[in-house]
């Protein structure tokens, strides 16, 4: 049986009843967080709590469970469902108000969920990703650096994706520059040069995407924040997108350009140590290979 922790009582899953006047469902007023979970243990928690934290400020959303509570609850949901080695921890908040469009009031109401996943460390895909542009373009409107639970502009992208029988598409900001895909962060690799899209051009501010950085800057390698231009992305050597769940995906096509992997296996290999470097720094003692 599956369950959950909808504000702090543990539950199973279909036992939680929410209101129809709930505000996320009704207008999405709410946002979410997607943790990895290898070994056991929650992976980048205070990342993913500032980017939360940030998120709710900027709606207004009054939030005022701790650290420690959350990560309580979270240990004691992995254990209920028997998690030891890789999840999907997924934390939603939404405004908890009476009112229609003009809430009467900022309090939250959560969910706490977790999936388990048939892997526990990142891998890289065998088979390379079939992606095309989406004809949608993200602008300022759509919030870009808040992952809200109004995802109706990804939910249209990736829908084009599948009806187009493509594994993704690339989306263009109101410029025709790629800040992103469906769900992930764009990184290339031209000569011996990595770029991404600046957060100043639209993406949203991934998790994985600093990760990723922060593993790039500890092989000496800089990551150069730009606003891309398509053509940049078609004359790349390679191709790859970034989430905090998947890890490295690599891109065998976009468009009629063809890419190899070559930087992306290796970066998967040091995410994965640096991953687990991260867990045995914040205790995890009892982490083994």
């Known amino acids: ?20 006047q ?35 400020r900027r709606l207004g959303i009054q939030f005022l469970l ?3 509570q959350l990560l309580q609850m979270a240990q004691q949901l992995l254990e209920v469902h028997d998690v030891t080695g890789g999840a999907r921890l997924r934390l939603t908040v939404w405004r908890d108000a009476s009112g229609r469009f003009t809430p009467d009031e ?3 109401s959560f969910l706490l969920e977790v999936e388990k996943l048939a892997t526990n460390e990142f891998f890289i895909n065998s088979n390379g990703l079939r992606i095309g542009e989406a004809s949608l373009r993200k602008t300022p409107l759509f919030l870009p650096d808040i992952k809200s639970t109004n995802s109706l502009f990804y939910v249209l992208c990736g829908r084009e994706a599948r009806v187009k029988q493509l594994d993704d598409v690339l989306i263009l900001n109101s410029a025709g520059m790629p800040v992103e895909s469906t769900n992930s962060n764009i990184f290339i690799l031209k000569g011996d040069r990595i770029l991404t899209p600046s957060l100043s051009s639209g993406c ?15 092989q000496d390698q ?3 924040e730009v606003d891309l231009p398509l053509e940049e992305v078609l004359q790349a050597d390679e191709l790859f997108l970034t989430n905090s769940i998947l890890g490295i995906r690599w891109v065998s ?14 970066l998967t290999e040091q995410l994965n140590q640096y991953c687990l470097d991260s867990l045995t720094a914040a205790g995890g003692d009892s982490i083994r290979k």
């Open 106 to 108: 900022d309090r939250s």
């Open 222 to 224: 800089l990551v150069e």
């Open 22 to 56: 709930n505000r996320s469902f009704r207008y999405g007023d709410g946002v979410f967080e997607s943790i990895r979970v290898m070994y056991g243990q929650l992976l980048f928690l205070r990342r993913h709590l500032d980017r939360l934290s940030y998120s709710l």
């Open 1 to 20: 049986m599956a369950y959950v922790f909808h504000n702090g009582m543990l539950m199973p899953r279909d036992q939680v009843r929410l209101d129809p």
């Open 66 to 68: 701790e650290e420690q």
């Open 253 to 266: 096509s976009f468009q009629k350009k063809r890419y190899f992997r070559k930087k992306s296996p290796v």
């Open 204 to 218: 949203l501010p991934g998790i994985m995407r600093q990760v990723m950085m922060d593993v790039l800057q500890a």
